[in-house]
């Protein structure tokens, strides 16, 4: 019961994470609303949390009613290998953008030397949405969460951070007021 009360003090009190570092592209404004379809490809030596983030920015980014290509509705949640060139990966799949990047996790367990792994998590990650056309990054932040930080939370304060860097300058003006 006290693990539990513990658990939900830490829930309802945890920080949303913040981008340690960040950037936005000059030609970033403006792009939302021809962002097209958007593929969601990570990489990370740790599959089911690099899978498990992949899946909660797929289901962010759906929520903002932009088009995920990759994964695909059916796909989500389940084991899928990561294609070894993302770029050519999403072009030839008929994205328009790429919403990349590294999960590093969090293994205090291993990092001591000692196995099974049991401590698992996320200790940093880079995410960054590339527009395939141009080939440049559009948006990149990097994260170093909390160890009690999940990807819902990372995944959900990126595309924040994403949509909002990808508005017309006017249209924040307008939401600001």
């Not at 945890?14 to 958007?38: N, Q, R």
Request: charged share 20%; with cysteine; proline share 7%.
């Amino acid at each position: 019961m006290n693990s539990l009360l513990c658990a939900v003090i830490t829930l309802l009190f945890a920080a949303k994470p913040e981008p340690v570092a960040s950037f936005v592209h000059p030609d970033a404004p403006g792009k939302l609303p021809i962002i097209g379809s958007v593929a969601v490809v990570l990489s990370g030596i740790d599959r089911p949390t690099t899978r498990l983030l992949e899946d909660a920015l797929t289901i962010n980014v759906l929520a903002e009613s932009i088009r995920v290509v990759y994964p695909g509705e059916k796909e989500i949640g389940t084991e899928r290998s990561a294609p070894l060139k993302p770029p050519e990966f999403a072009r030839k799949i008929g994205a328009n953008c790429l919403l990349t990047g590294n999960v590093i996790a969090r293994c205090q367990v291993c990092s001591r030397g000692q196995h099974p792994c049991t401590s698992e998590g996320i200790r940093a990650v880079s995410l960054s949405l590339v527009d395939l056309a141009e080939d440049k990054v559009l948006v990149w932040a990097l994260y170093e969460p909390d160890s009690g930080t999940g990807a819902g939370a990372i995944a959900q304060e990126f595309v924040r951070f994403m949509i909002e860097s990808l508005k017309m300058p006017e249209q924040k003006q307008k939401e600001q007021k």
